[in-house]
């Protein structure tokens, strides 16, 4: 397994059970907490309560009036599954399931109506599990949620957040919006600088392994693996000539709570060089990568859309052998909701930001690149295109 270079620069109602379920004391994990997401679907909101008659620090996530029963219980990281146990079982649990996330670290999901996984299964963050259920020793539909260490269970961390411990009710948005798929926005595949595009595939499973083949042509030659690890599960990978020699390089955004941006330079014949750290806060989670070239040097620079309440466009402008600051380009464009995308839209060599609003307007919005310091004149470009559920690019 080739390990990243830590260097910057370029080159390179009712809930709840009272669950006689035996408590467990807090213990250190062998590796670091996992990025973890809320375990039900991205946006939607969940009550959550803690009887102290339950395990130690579990939490269960309802809906009022059991609106909840049969919506998904979702992987709350990437892992393995480990445990698929089916009623009948005496754990009080009813229908649940295990994963394992890794340095030690697991999480559990209980009182499923139905399982939709099979042991040995390996998930992304956001894959489903299973559906909300009142299985087991639960007097209502809710999802059961804990996430252990070293077999013990930990305090509730999800979406970055510390959630409290109470029997009156609290209540969070989930952040799981799924494992990202690579973008490939303003960002080519000719990885031999041949003046072609080939083909790239991103295992992004525990192997983490980048395949590429060459096209000739008239066809695909074989796939081979160029790179042996770079951005494993939960992380958002993209394409662009960073470094501006004509063969495209990969770009890995880890998103989550470090937020840093990796690099692997292609060497043009039938590899990426190590992966380097290249930014060190850019995109966190919640965020939207892209990469294009916003100053039209032929260097790709990469763009974070902040979407939430401020809508900010930052963008970081590549020099060759590094990414600078990131820089405020807009004050406010692709809302939460909109997909954020870019692309050269007036031809003038520099790419440009759109959204597609993908609400009943479907409406999409332009701002052009000065190639210096902004994306200006944000207006509308069409007043009907990519409807709710459409991949609009």
């Known amino acids: 397994m080739r390990r990243r270079h830590l260097t910057l620069g370029l080159i390179g109602t009712v809930l709840?059970?009272?669950a006689l379920l035996v408590p467990a004391p807090?213990?250190?994990?062998?590796?670091?907490?996992?990025?973890?997401?809320?375990?039900?679907?991205?946006?939607?909101?969940?009550?959550?309560?803690?009887?102290?008659?339950?395990?130690?620090?579990?939490?269960?996530?309802?809906?009022?009036?059991?609106?909840?029963?049969?919506?998904?219980a979702l992987a709350s990281a990437s892992g393995t599954v480990i445990d698929v146990v089916p009623m009948p079982n005496s754990s009080g649990y009813g229908n649940y399931v295990r994963v394992d996330h890794g340095g030690g670290w697991t999480s559990l999901v209980a009182h499923l109506d139905r399982i939709s996984v099979?042991?040995?299964?390996?998930?992304?963050?956001?894959?489903?599990?299973?559906?909300?259920?009142?299985?087991?020793?639960?007097?209502?539909?809710?999802?059961?949620y804990e996430q252990e260490a070293d077999g013990q269970n930990q305090p509730i961390v999800i979406d970055g957040v510390a959630l409290r411990y109470s029997a009156t009710a609290a209540r969070h948005t989930s952040g799981n919006c799924g494992t990202p798929q690579p973008i490939m926005a303003g960002s080519p595949t000719?990885?031999?600088?041949?003046?072609?595009?080939?083909?790239?595939?991103?295992?992004?499973?525990?192997?983490?392994?980048?395949?590429?083949?060459?096209?000739t042509r008239e066809g695909f030659?074989?796939?081979?693996?160029?790179?042996?690890?770079?951005?494993?599960?939960?992380?958002?990978?993209?394409?662009?000539?960073?470094?501006?020699?004509?063969?495209?390089?990969?770009?890995?955004?880890?998103?989550?709570?470090?937020?840093?941006?990796y690099v692997a330079l292609s060497n043009g014949e039938n590899g990426f060089g190590v992966g380097e750290l290249v930014h060190e806060h850019f995109a966190p989670a919640g965020e939207q990568p892209r990469v294009g070239d916003f100053n039209g040097d032929k260097k790709d620079d990469i763009v974070a859309f902040t979407q939430g309440a401020n809508s900010d466009v930052f963008v970081a402008l590549s020099?060759?052998?590094?990414?600078?600051?990131?820089?405020?380009?807009?004050?406010?464009?692709?809302?939460?909701?909109?997909?954020?995308?870019?692309?050269?839209?007036?031809?003038?060599?520099?790419?440009?930001?759109?959204?597609?609003?993908?609400?009943?307007?479907?409406?999409?919005?332009?701002?052009?690149?000065?190639?210096?310091?902004?994306?200006?004149?944000?207006?509308?470009?069409?007043?009907?295109?990519?409807?709710?559920?459409?991949?609009?690019?």
């Open 118 to 144: 099979a042991k040995g299964q390996y998930v992304r963050t956001g894959d489903e599990l299973g559906k909300v259920g009142n299985t087991g020793e639960s007097f209502g539909a809710h999802l059961h």
């Open 16 to 18: 709840a059970s009272s």
């Open 221 to 261: 030659g074989g796939a081979k693996v160029w790179h042996d690890f770079f951005a494993p599960a939960g992380e958002f990978p993209a394409l662009g000539d960073v470094d501006g020699d004509g063969d495209d390089d990969l770009i890995t955004f880890t998103q989550g709570s470090t937020a840093d941006v």
């Open 26 to 72: 807090t213990a250190s994990a062998a590796g670091p907490r996992p990025d973890f997401r809320a375990p039900w679907p991205c946006g939607e909101g969940r009550d959550y309560y803690h009887h102290s008659s339950e395990v130690h620090n579990a939490l269960d996530f309802n809906i009022a009036g059991s609106a909840d029963l049969g919506t998904p």
């Open 319 to 393: 020099d060759g052998s590094g990414f600078g600051g990131g820089q405020v380009w807009n004050e406010f464009f692709s809302p939460s909701g909109e997909f954020p995308y870019v692309g050269d839209y007036d031809g003038d060599g520099k790419d440009d930001i759109v959204t597609f609003t993908h609400n009943a307007e479907a409406d999409v919005y332009v701002a052009t690149s000065n190639g210096t310091d902004g994306f200006i004149n944000g207006r509308k470009w069409h007043d009907f295109f990519g409807t709710p559920g459409e991949t609009s690019l």
């Open 190 to 215: 000719d990885f031999t600088g041949d003046g072609v595009d080939d083909i790239v595939t991103f295992t992004q499973d525990p192997k983490a392994d980048v395949y590429v083949a060459a096209s």
